[in-house]
């Protein structure tokens, strides 16, 4: 198996893949290796291209909270939080200037709080004026919450404040956010989840990565690889580093070494 993370990694720095990538991909597939993106996005919010793609079979969206089959659309596994949960970490940030994006019920729900939309992609999903109530009073699998920074120290202080919390995950997937999981929501975490449905050992995957929330993923596979962007905690954990998402680092590690058994 070959679980990618797509920003930063899969994805060029338009946010695409290139034709090399592609053509790795199918190679793959083809040579009998399941493709999976792992992504800290809804599957609502997956890009046209991952959603069409043949060679995709399955997907692990919202940092691995839910694990999803790509032709069809079924959930295979879910690791959702509690409303209480949720509501603690947007009552945290309510002092600072963030805009929230909810992941729930496979969907984002947007709330700007305090500063204009700083989001790098916007969701086409539904605006709310008030989150926090409507949380009160509508049930939903909660999945994550995805919190924006217009202030970089105010990010600071919100990791600060949330090193006490046992009971769910906390990580980031770019330089000015801050995310929060179920516990058990983060990409390791769905990676054994997923193989464990489809008989992969965990040693047969080979995982890519470049953010802080790809930690858990590479730390599940047996062949880690961080990109050449990627953070410092990340290249020390890899067993490999490969070229950067804009050098086709995911398409050249696959056609160097996974493809002519070359690891």
């Not at 890009?47 to 069409?52: L, M, S």
């Not at 969701?123 to 409507?134: A, F, G, S, V």
């Not at 404040?161 to 179920?182: I, M, P, Q, T």
């Not at 047996?222 to 804009?246: C, H, P, Q, W, Y």
């Amino acid at each position: 198996m070959i679980a990618s993370d797509l920003d930063g990694t899969l994805l060029g720095d338009d946010h695409l893949p290139s034709e090399r990538t592609i053509e790795a991909l199918k190679k793959a597939y083809d040579a009998g290796i399941a493709i999976v993106p792992v992504t800290g996005r809804s599957f609502s919010h997956l890009p046209k291209w991952i959603r069409e793609a043949e060679y995709i079979d399955y997907v692990i969206t919202v940092n691995g909270a839910r694990g999803i089959n790509n032709k069809t659309g079924e959930t295979i596994f879910t690791e959702t939080m509690e409303t209480e949960q949720m509501l603690r970490a947007m009552r945290m940030v309510l002092p600072f200037k963030t805009c929230w994006n909810l992941h729930a019920n496979k969907f984002v729900w947007r709330e700007e709080h305090g500063t204009p939309d700083i989001r790098p992609m916007l969701t086409q999903e539904l605006l709310l004026p008030d989150m926090m109530t409507y949380l009160e009073n509508n049930e939903m699998e909660i999945e994550k919450i995805d919190i924006y920074f217009a202030d970089m120290k105010e990010r600071a202080e919100a990791f600060r404040l949330s090193k006490d919390w046992d009971d769910v995950a906390v990580c980031a997937g770019s330089d000015f956010n801050f995310e929060v999981n179920s516990l058990r929501g983060n990409k390791g975490q769905g990676l054994k989840l997923l193989a464990e449905k489809l008989g992969i050992s965990l040693k047969n995957v080979a995982a890519f990565g470049d953010a802080l929330n790809d930690l858990p993923l590479i730390k599940a596979a047996g062949v880690s690889v961080a990109m050449g962007n990627a953070v410092t905690e990340l290249k020390e954990e890899a067993k490999f580093i490969t070229n950067r998402n804009d050098e086709d680092g995911v398409a050249n590690f696959i056609f160097e070494k996974i493809l002519s058994i070359n690891i």
